[in-house]
């Protein structure tokens, strides 16, 4: 499968647990892209990276948030200290620059925090 | 701040109707405005519409954009049950960073 490959696919954790996800881009994309889904709503974008540097950050993202892409393949997204207000779908999205402009999707990570 | 509006926010037809999605933005820079359908998992490319290529078509599904009035239509004819899904307008608005502003979704459930 050479899309866009996110894990875990589901996380259930308690509140003010940590928790992290990875997500693997289309492997000659250069940019990547963090975006949360909450239910009725639309996609809204957290960070954005080019190969290894984070580029730009959302306000939505508080210091209890830090997403890496150490090497400028894979990601990671940590949220500290998770409240209920996080439980969203987490998704990954990577293109490549130059191309047409279309962000590829991978599948999400459901956040439930109880 | 950049908006995108998408209207009716669900729909509910038969198999067989056409159907009519909009979409209507207020950004700053305007680059592109794209469609995704979202089934229950990764939201897929349908369309990119530009200045350049204002319409767009693939089988059933066309796209028009109206930069004048700051909108787009998404039509489908003939729908399917496969067509039920999550139709996402969204809008690149400046820079090269591809940064997408989404709308809320149309909700789409084409009944047999």
């Known amino acids: 499968d050479t899309g866009v490959s996110q894990n875990p696919r589901h996380k259930i954790t308690k509140r003010g647990q940590n928790v992290t996800f990875r997500c693997d881009p289309i492997?000659?994309?250069?940019?990547l892209y963090w975006y949360r889904q909450t239910l009725g709503q639309g996609p809204e974008f957290l960070t954005y990276?080019?190969?290894?540097?984070?580029?730009?950050k959302s306000r939505l993202l508080s210091d209890r948030f830090s997403a890496e892409r150490p090497k400028g393949s894979f990601s990671t997204l940590e949220i500290q200290r998770t409240e209920q207000g996080d439980s969203a779908m987490y998704l990954c999205?990577?293109?490549?620059?130059?191309?047409?402009?279309?962000?590829?999707f991978g599948e999400g990570s459901r956040l439930t925090v109880l | 701040e950049d908006k995108v509006v998408q209207s009716p926010l669900s729909l509910v037809v038969h198999e067989g109707d056409t159907v009519t999605l909009n979409c209507s933005y207020e950004?700053?820079?305007?680059?592109?405005l794209l469609w995704y359908k979202q089934e229950k998992k990764a939201p897929t490319f349908l369309f990119m519409l530009t200045s350049s290529g204002i319409e767009k078509k693939s089988g059933r599904l066309s796209s028009i954009l109206d930069k004048k009035e700051l909108s787009s239509i998404l039509n489908i004819t003939a729908t399917q049950t496969g067509d039920s899904a999550i139709y996402l307008c969204?809008?690149?608005?400046?820079?090269?960073?591809?940064?997408?502003?989404f709308g809320k979704g149309t909700l789409l459930t084409v009944n047999p």
């Open positions: 950004v700053t820079n305007f680059r592109s």
């Open positions: 990276f080019q190969n290894e540097a984070q580029l730009e």
């Open positions: 999205a990577s293109s490549l620059s130059g191309g047409s402009g279309e962000l590829f």
């Open positions: 492997s000659e994309h250069n940019r």
């Open positions: 969204a809008v690149n608005s400046g820079g090269s960073n591809y940064k997408l502003t």
